[in-house]
């Protein structure tokens, strides 16, 4: 009879829990992901917060997080990962009533691009782990990563060629919003050029630097179509390489960078039979310097999607050229070459500073018809 009677009570018992859990399980819990920060460098290190709230007295014995991200990123922590196509992972929590867990995985940014993660698997067990319970939980959390710039020593020998007579220095023309340091008091200087905080952290007077300007603009073209399919990913993301550490150098000397490009932007909703009948145009980045200007730049970069179909280039080239004003040289970056592309550049090579720069795989040609090309090899 004890033995039924106690039977009896575990069997109520174990119903009880079931249906508590099954109605209540994820009552009061919230799950999120978050990076510690929104924009970041490549090879930066950043974190992934997770954080889990259980607002009840309900205790979850067993608590999986399942997300995936972006395979580039390099976790320190590889348990309970896998990396495929994404880098896939399952978190096991277990939490208290009434409690609250964070948790920080720390991973090394890799490749150029916008990465999100706008969903989670969350499920659970109930108190005997017999029964388990899911649903999909929305997130949004975006991380932007912006083009990873090349060796300065690679560039300068071309830079020098194509504008060696901006970089005089030119302090007559000072930009208030190009920030460039801060430097100790002199007797010529004004106040209104004295940065108070600074000074009283360094005990002495000191004054704001600003970055001369020049009212010479560069115009970067960045030509994404491919020229071999079998390299078009690295030589594409070589050429927003190259595209970033062009407008970096020039804005750092003070001259104004304008982009143009035939990329899309990542959401656009064209879709690829569109662009070809549209005939639409991806919008320009405009003209600036300072480095606020820089940033938004390099965002912009980020943001383009190399798989989409290019927008006709001699158009994108066209326009530019149409529209440009005063004292501008326009640095073309295209691997793709035909006629018609070396037909537009010897039409303008005498009457404007244009210069092409094509990435190229070593041991690859790269035919330089004219002056003003040059090789860069990736």
Known sequence: MRLIIAFLVVVIIYSLQYELYKKYWDYGL??????????????KKVELIEVIENDKPLALPILNVKFATSRSFDFAEEENSNVSDMYYRNDIFSILGNQRIERRL???TG???VFSIKELQVSSRDLFLKHSFAHINANDTVLTVLPRRIPMENFIQIRDQIMGDF???????????AFRGIRPYQSFDTM????????ARMNELMVNQYQATTENEVRIYLNLRPYMKSQADVLAEHAIRIASTIAADYIDHGIRVSLYTNGWDIESKEEDDEIEMSGDLPPH?????GREHLKALDIYLARLDIRKKTADMLKVLQMGFDTAEGEVTHVIISTYRDDALYGFFESHMNRESVYWIIPEREGNEAELRFPGMFRWDV
Request: aromatic share 16%.
């Open 30 to 43: 919230r799950v999120k992901l978050d990076f510690s920060e929104d924009v970041v460098p490549c090879d």
């Open 106 to 108: 720390e991973f090394t």
């Open 111 to 113: 490749a150029r691009g």
């Open 167 to 177: 970089f005089i220095n030119r302090w007559d023309n000072p930009d208030p919003f």
């Open 192 to 199: 209104g050029s004295i940065n108070w905080k600074a000074s």
């Open 285 to 289: 980045f405009k003209s600036g310097t």
